[in-house]
């Protein structure tokens, strides 16, 4: 297993090992105490998993508020997906900063994003099954969101907006200057 930094504080891109050959492949997506070994010691304690049918679906952004914030371990088992992250962290080196990453059945790459990030992505192709991990459970009293078209942000999405597939839900996200924002970094959280 491989960890690969990337350009947001505490986010981690993760390889496992694949083994292949002509039947297929096999690969350990989740060994806790491999995973153990290489820092990442969350408690996940739910599995998610949704299915987009169409290229150009966009779910998000996501998150939890305090105290139920969710630390999430995503991969995309099936298709392709553009991935983003936002860090919401007051304080971070990253704050404010966002990052995206093609997941897909072909990299086997899956993203741990912790707390205090907003999620979201868009579906590169048809049939997009996308799994994750989550340590907190979902509390609908806590749920939230940012508008994935905040322009103070920046977010460069590799399709044309106006073409997008939204939830009703994920249209009227507020932008992140109109959240009343609990997430503050802490230099111990590295």
Same mark, same amino acid.
């Given at each position: 297993?491989? =960890?690969?930094? %990337? !350009?947001? @504080?505490?986010?981690?891109? #993760?390889?496992?090992?694949?083994?292949?050959?002509?039947?297929?492949?096999? +690969?350990? !997506?989740? $060994? &806790?105490?491999?995973?153990?070994?290489?820092?990442?010691?969350?408690?996940?304690?739910?599995?998610?998993?949704?299915? !987009?049918?169409?290229?150009?679906?966009?779910?998000?952004?996501?998150? &939890?508020?305090?105290?139920?914030? @969710?630390?999430?371990?995503?991969?995309? $088992?099936?298709?392709?997906?553009?991935?983003?992250?936002?860090?919401?962290?007051?304080?971070?080196?990253?704050? /404010?900063?966002? /990052?995206?990453? #093609?997941?897909?059945?072909?990299?086997?790459?899956?993203?741990?994003?912790?707390?205090?990030?907003?999620?979201?992505?868009? %579906?590169? +192709?048809?049939?997009?099954?996308? @799994?994750?991990?989550?340590?907190? =459970?979902?509390?609908?009293?806590?749920?939230?969101?940012?508008?994935?078209?905040?322009?103070?942000?920046?977010?460069?999405?590799?399709?044309?907006?106006?073409?997008?597939? =939204?939830?009703?839900?994920?249209?009227?996200?507020?932008?992140?200057? /109109?959240?009343?924002?609990?997430?503050?970094?802490?230099?111990?959280?590295?």
């Amino acid at each position: 297993m491989k =960890l690969i930094d %990337t !350009s947001l @504080q505490d986010v981690v891109l #993760i390889e496992t090992d694949v083994y292949g050959d002509h039947r297929g492949f096999f +690969t350990e !997506s989740y $060994t &806790q105490n491999k995973f153990e070994k290489m820092g990442i010691n969350n408690n996940f304690i739910q599995d998610n998993h949704s299915l !987009s049918k169409e290229p150009g679906v966009l779910r998000g952004m996501h998150f &939890q508020m305090p105290p139920k914030a @969710q630390t999430k371990m995503i991969r995309c $088992t099936t298709g392709a997906i553009y991935d983003v992250i936002v860090d919401l962290r007051k304080g971070s080196p990253s704050f /404010e900063k966002w /990052e995206g990453f #093609i997941l897909s059945e072909h990299n086997h790459r899956q993203l741990l994003v912790p707390k205090g990030f907003a999620h979201g992505f868009i %579906t590169l +192709t048809e049939n997009c099954n996308v @799994q994750y991990k989550v340590d907190e =459970l979902y509390s609908k009293e806590h749920d939230a969101g940012i508008a994935f078209d905040d322009a103070d942000i920046g977010i460069i999405w590799p399709m044309n907006l106006n073409s997008v597939i =939204l939830s009703e839900k994920d249209k009227h996200h507020p932008k992140l200057s /109109e959240i009343n924002n609990p997430f503050v970094w802490k230099e111990e959280e590295k």
